[in-house]
């Protein structure tokens, strides 16, 4: 009975999720800010475009489906940086941590940065510069927490400051998010997720660089100051579907239940609801030796993708990556380095991630189990 009632509890509140990400108008398409909380940093999910939302485990879930977070089993830290439109000087850096806290559930911690390069400051009197360089400043800073409620089903939340500014203007506001995964099947092996994310305050820029002098109508001998007002604007919010089911191609070759499978072949689906942008369809593929190669691939269709006059994306829909993870020792911590590229056209130069995660192993069965299944 406990059991029924709390999957029947997680149902509902996914059932709300869907009906406030769906009361988005499309009328106000690319009329949101704070858009690098569209960045995934990862390079796991980047090579699948984020077509993972059923699947993500771990440290990087925080930036997709925060409930893969109650996934990691002690410790996980990683470090990743993505070369953003190579020659473009925009890079992206990302830092996280996540700690298992007995059966209370994972506690996660990320931050992430965008950087700009030099920027040349121009002005009325110096339209081609000459007076020095600035350099934009967007941060992320994220907590999440992540737990199995019952027996295959996990949730999480979290919640993202955010930072943008330069010299003299600036803007902040906070972001929520909430996720689901759903896992069942003989080897437990057909997933379920949604999330909804990016639900947050307004944000408005302010600051001494919207004021400025200017004389009295009245007497052309005083100066006024003058503020600039500026609008308020929303986060990027959407709403994420996913499915996914692993195929383990040796398995009918195991002598018995308990041996593992050496070859895995997931294949997945996904659909986002955004309330500011396209929506998003597609699906990928990821193929796994001992889990310890990897390699992947998808592709994310939206509206007028491919068309020079119809498509809001530089992305070609295309994506793929591999991982090499490795033990180090039979109990001791294992070390994991991802790529990933997406193509891009206009300009053609592609965006390239490399994350390297390291993730400490349980200290003993108990500690693994995760919460209680009863």
């Keep these: 009975m406990r059991n029924y009632l709390n999957k029947a509890a997680l149902v509902v509140c996914a059932l709300g999720l869907s009906v406030s990400a ?49 996934f990691v ?25 996540a700690q298992k806290i007995g059966n209370l559930g994972v506690l996660g911690f990320n931050i992430m940065s965008v950087g700009f390069g030099d920027i040349t400051i121009t002005d009325f009197n110096n339209p081609e510069g000459g007076i020095g360089t600035y350099k934009p400043q967007f941060l992320n ?17 979290g919640a993202t400051f955010v930072s943008q500014q330069i010299n003299s203007v600036r803007a ?32 408005r820029f302010s600051g001494s660089g919207f004021a400025l002098n200017a004389e009295n109508p009245g007497n052309e001998n005083q100066q006024m100051n003058l503020q600039v007002p500026t609008e308020k604007f929303e986060m990027p919010t959407y709403l994420n579907f996913g499915i ?15 041996d593992v499978p050496q070859h895995r072949a997931t294949v997945m689906a996904n659909f986002t609801s955004n309330s500011f942008n396209n929506d998003y369809l597609g699906g990928g593929l990821e193929y796994a030796y001992r ?41 001791g911590p294992t ?15 592609g965006v390239h991630t490399f994350s390297l995660r390291f993730m400490t192993a349980p200290k003993s069965k108990k500690d693994a189990s995760g919460a209680d299944s009863e």
Excluded: C
């Design 73 to 97: 089993k002690n410790t996980e830290i990683g470090l990743a940086h993505s070369v953003y439109l190579r020659g473009s000087n925009v890079s992206i850096n990302n830092l996280g941590l």
């Design 335 to 349: 070390l994991a380095l991802d790529y990933s590229y997406r193509p891009t056209a206009r300009p053609n130069n």
């Design 244 to 258: 996914s089911y692993d195929f383990f191609l040796d398995e009918k070759r195991l002598k018995s239940t308990d």
């Design 291 to 331: 889990e310890t190669f990897m390699l992947r691939g998808a592709y994310r269709y939206e509206q007028g993708i491919g068309s020079r006059e119809t498509s809001n994306t530089f992305y070609t829909g295309l994506a793929a990556g591999a991982t090499i993870q490795k033990s180090l020792g039979e109990n």
């Design 172 to 203: 902040s506001g906070a972001a929520f998010e909430a996720g689901i995964q759903y896992i069942t099947g003989k080897r437990d092996n057909f997933h379920f997720g949604v999330t909804l994310r990016n639900v947050g305050t307004n944000m």
């Design 141 to 157: 800073i994220q907590l999440g927490f992540g737990k199995e409620f019952v027996k295959g089903v996990y949730g999480g939340i």
């Design 22 to 70: 769906f009361a988005g108008n499309k009328d106000r398409t690319g009329q949101a800010g704070a858009t690098e909380l569209l960045i995934n940093p990862w390079g796991q999910s980047t090579g699948l475009f984020g077509m993972n939302t059923s699947y993500v485990k771990g440290l990087e879930s925080m930036k997709s489906n925060i409930a893969g977070l109650a």
